[in-house]
């Protein structure tokens, strides 16, 4: 393996590492702006300048590979390559690119959206001038609509080309360029094709400079002011990595987290805005129970006394709906209750994409299935038939699904029951058709765990507080248990859940991390 000395730090590294990755996984710090580990290496920003002993020009260290050399060309008779960061030269160039950069740059720190997470403001405290030499007028351009919720505010970009080369080479669509040239650069839309592809909002997280905003998120709020926490994606079953940005009870923004294993860096619209459909909803806040087609509050003694009255001596005529929008560990206690019929309603399925980048959006548009039938492995096909078939007149639902509508075959049967539980978190369809009504808790409010259809296991951390008296579903569940059946906490409930299905033994939170494991075994390690 080649070694490589970086300032004073000597290293070894696998052959074909470009010197700016041998510094960012040491400490080291170089600045950059068009590169980015996804995507082509074009070393037009020219920030990562560093000096390499043996050539006669500074060099782009995210372009500069490193290799091993023959005895008699290595550097200090032992180094295949000696690289400064930090010398007088690569500081004063540094500062030089950086005033060229912010030759026409706006002054709008206070009002940009990228402020406090912005490359160029940072490395402009940390790497520029105090002070700027320019003197004419800066160039002004007004701001563009891309498409795809994206605008584009031409006089903060540096032209560093991530969101050209997103579009060429992930998303595959290309409705990004570089029109005109030299001064009159600037990124544009394709007349006749604006920005239109499910993977559009990815070019406003790599944008390193604030040009490239989401409309979605512009002027609503200020980074500093944010709590972040990383979670999954629950918009389908690919489970990206995400994390959410929040503030008291509300959610700002949704931004991809890396894991190579699952999304790579980035995540599809649909999943990106796809928790505004859970606010201003008519939220259950309490127990509910119906009496001459009118729902008023109890307390929770009360209605976990009505379900364990109807259940007792019953167990056998009780049929129970899990849910693949459910964590494993709620579908887990679910199916651990119901003594007669498990089943589950129809999955919404839509159009599987494969970009050419390999990223996907799966064709089930849940994001639990798969885990949902590992700890429930006894889910018939047809639970309306076994209902009739068997005569089923006390039902337990998990619903999750606020959208769904009720087909005449579901409303037909519910119509027969003689008692409908229902765990909800809003006033849905479904839960209207309820008997009683069980507060639990929304998808941001959630905390356990959920498979993706690759069979990968993954943490689902709660964002958002409790709404009202709602309760965790898996605990709501766990108060219909004898008291020696229950479970203390949901440690123990993962404990117990991988003693009955061995492929999920050893799983605990601490050890899925922020990048989950396979169902290979490795949860046992």
Same mark, same amino acid.
């Given at each position: 393996m080649p070694l490589l000395k970086i300032d004073d730090l000597e290293i070894e590294v696998k052959n074909g590492t470009t010197v700016l990755e041998a510094a960012l996984e040491n400490g080291i710090d170089i600045p950059y702006y068009c590169y980015h580990p996804a995507l082509e290496i074009v070393g037009s920003c020219r920030m990562c300048l560093v000096q390499v002993e043996g050539m006669p020009k500074l060099q782009v260290s995210c372009n500069t590979f490193v290799g091993e050399v023959p005895p008699e060309r290595k550097v200090d008779g032992n180094f295949d390559m000696v690289v400064q960061t930090q010398n007088d030269l690569v500081i004063q160039e540094r500062k030089?690119?950086?005033? $060229?950069?912010?030759l026409n740059?706006?002054?709008?720190?206070?009002?940009?959206d990228q402020a406090g997470e912005c490359y160029l403001q940072d490395y402009s405290f940390k790497f520029g001038n105090a002070h700027s030499r320019f003197d004419e007028d800066k160039r002004v351009r007004p701001n563009e609509y891309l498409g795809?919720?994206?605008?584009?505010?031409?006089?903060?970009?540096?032209?560093?080309?991530?969101?050209?080369? $997103?579009?060429?080479?992930?998303?595959? !669509?290309?409705?990004?360029f570089v029109d005109?040239?030299?001064?009159?650069?600037?990124?544009?839309?394709?007349?006749?094709?604006?920005?239109?592809?499910?993977?559009?909002?990815?070019v406003a997280d790599i944008c390193p400079v604030g040009a490239l905003l989401s409309t979605d998120y512009v002027h609503k709020n200020?980074?500093?002011?944010?709590?972040?926490?990383?979670?999954?994606?629950?918009?389908?079953?690919?489970?990206?990595?995400?994390?959410? $940005?929040?503030?008291?009870?509300?959610?700002f923004r949704l931004n991809p987290r890396e894991n190579q294993d699952v999304n790579g860096y980035f995540m599809c619209d649909i999943g990106r805005y796809g928790f505004h459909r859970f606010e201003d909803l008519e939220r259950v806040a309490r127990p509910l129970f119906k009496s001459n087609g009118i729902f008023s509050e109890i307390s929770?003694?009360?209605?976990?006394?009505?379900?364990?009255?109807?259940f007792n001596g019953a167990e056998e005529k009780v049929a129970g709906v899990v849910s693949p929008f459910h964590t494993n560990e709620t579908n887990f206690m679910l199916g651990r209750l119901i003594k007669g019929i498990i089943g589950t309603f129809p999955h919404i399925e839509d159009e599987e994409i494969t970009y050419p980048s390999g990223f996907r959006i799966s064709s089930d548009r849940s994001p639990n299935k798969r885990g949902m039938h590992d700890v429930c492995p006894s889910i018939v096909d047809d639970l309306a038939s076994e209902i009739n078939d068997k005569e089923i007149r006390v039902i337990y639902i998990l619903d999750n699904e606020i959208d769904k509508e009720i087909d005449e075959t579901w409303n037909k049967i519910l119509t027969k029951m003689d008692f409908i539980v229902v765990q909800a978190y809003a006033m849905t369809r479904l839960a209207k058709s309820a008997h009683l009504i069980l507060p639990g808790l929304a998808p941001f409010e959630r905390e356990g765990t959920i498979t993706n259809d690759q069979g990968r296991v993954q943490?689902?951390?709660?964002?958002?507080?409790?709404?009202?008296?709602?309760?965790?579903?898996?605990?709501?569940?766990?108060?219909?248990?004898? !008291?020696?059946?229950?479970?203390?906490?949901?440690?123990?409930?993962?404990?117990?859940?991988?003693?009955?299905?061995?492929?999920?033994?050893?799983? !605990?939170? $601490?050890?899925?991390?922020?990048?989950?494991?396979?169902?290979?075994?490795?949860?046992? !390690?």
């Open positions: 030089n690119i950086l005033e $060229f950069l912010l740059h706006p002054l709008d720190c206070p009002v940009c795809s919720q994206i605008v584009i505010n031409h006089n903060r970009c540096i032209l560093c080309s991530r969101c050209t080369r $997103f579009t060429r080479e992930i998303s595959g !669509t290309s409705e990004l005109e040239r030299g001064y009159s650069s600037k990124i544009a839309a394709l007349e006749d094709r604006p920005l239109n592809n499910l993977l559009a909002g990815n200020r980074i500093w002011n944010l709590q972040k926490k990383s979670s999954v994606c629950q918009d389908c079953s690919v489970g990206c990595n995400i994390d959410a $940005f929040y503030q008291k009870r509300k959610i929770w003694d009360t209605a976990i006394e009505k379900i364990s009255n109807k943490w689902l951390r709660s964002v958002l507080p409790n709404n009202g008296e709602s309760r965790p579903d898996w605990e709501i569940l766990n108060l219909l248990y004898k !008291t020696g059946e229950r479970f203390s906490d949901i440690n123990e409930l993962m404990k117990g859940m991988g003693e009955q299905f061995p492929s999920y033994s050893g799983m !605990t939170f $601490f050890k899925l991390g922020d990048q989950g494991l396979p169902l290979n075994g490795n949860l046992k !390690t």
